[in-house]
């Protein structure tokens, strides 16, 4: 099966710590992301990257930092600097002729 | 900047035609799209559009795009109660990425 995989599907964490969500996918395309959402909200770019080695910060980049060592991971790490972590985490691909893109099943982070 | 708006909420009787509505401010989008996101899981591509069609059609999705005033819509035929989601627009930028709008919430009532 393709597709996009996120795990976990819930995270809880202390405050201050940080953590790393993982995002895999095998549909073999270059550009990866991740977005943020909060309740009632739309979806906001946390960072994205077109090619593996390479990332650019979104519109919320400040406490997250993300890697792109291979082409299928795209993990994100939630630092102790970001003040409002809690929220709903979701990673999306692109790489079809439309460049649409496809999503993860999210992760739930609640940090207590 | 560019910017997305949609209409918060939409309430139809199962059975009925619903259309959800969205504005848009980038003129240079190439593609537009229409996303589906149900209860705690991830947005689903139910249909995109090119943005030198005016329509597309889906089964029971119509899509209809007015270039001029930039306004984009779905219109859902025979709407069921699985229907019932949050429904995001979408559009293509030059660098690659999606503006997304807040979000419809569609509620179909039995």
């Known amino acids: 099966d393709g597709g996009i995989t996120q795990s976990p599907k819930y995270l809880f964490r202390k405050e201050g710590q940080n953590v790393t969500l993982s995002c895999e996918q095998n549909l073999n395309h270059d550009a990866m992301y991740w977005y943020r959402q909060d309740p009632g909200q739309g979806l906001r770019l946390i960072y994205y990257s077109q090619i593996v080695n390479d990332f650019q910060k979104g519109d919320i980049a400040e406490g997250y930092s993300v890697s792109r060592e291979k082409k299928e991971s795209f993990p994100l790490t939630v630092t102790s600097a970001q003040k409002n972590p809690t929220a709903f985490y979701l990673c999306a691909s692109s790489g079809g002729l439309a460049n649409e893109q496809f999503f993860g099943p999210g992760t739930r982070l609640t940090v207590l | ?110």
């Open chain 2, 1 to 110: 900047g560019e910017d997305v708006e949609q209409s918060l909420f939409l309430s139809v009787r199962e059975g009925d035609s619903s259309v959800i509505n969205c504005t848009y401010t980038d003129s240079s989008s190439t593609y537009l799209y229409w996303y589906k996101q149900e209860p705690g899981a991830g947005l689903q591509l139910l249909t995109y559009i090119f943005s030198n069609m005016d329509m597309k059609q889906d089964q029971r999705l119509t899509v209809l795009l007015n270039k001029k005033d930039k306004h984009l819509s779905l219109r859902i035929a025979d709407t069921q109660t699985g229907d019932s989601a949050i429904y995001f627009c979408a559009e293509s930028i030059y660098t690659g990425k999606l503006i997304f709008g807040q979000g419809t919430t569609l509620q179909v009532k039995p």
